[in-house]
């Protein structure tokens, strides 16, 4: 009696344990597949980006070149125009930079 309620204890096991290990085996399987997947979405995403940014990258470069050379140098541009004014402590020399 008691080694036919082994017998059986350990055929049950073994049933329990190959069906865990199918289990595990497809569970890993498909996590694989779905990493696969969002690895590849994440290389479409960022080959999307690239593409956006050299875009943009373009873009940028053309409005530099509209710019004009007027107003952007010499004595009244907006960049030196903390030399401009004839007030304040250094106004003498201003006075002069401009005569």
């Known amino acids: 009696m008691k080694e036919e309620q082994t017998k059986k204890k350990k055929k049950k096991k073994k049933k329990k ?39 943009k990258k373009k873009k940028k470069k053309k409005k530099k070149k509209k710019k004009s050379a007027i107003g952007h140098t010499g004595l009244f541009s907006k960049k030196n125009s903390h030399q401009n004014s004839n007030t304040g402590l250094n106004s003498e020399v201003n006075s002069t930079k401009l005569n």
């Open 17 to 55: 344990k190959k069906k865990n290990n199918n289990n595990n085996n497809n569970n890993n399987n498909n996590n694989k597949k779905k990493k696969k997947k969002k690895r590849k979405k994440k290389k479409k995403k960022k080959k999307k980006k690239k593409k956006k940014k050299k875009k």
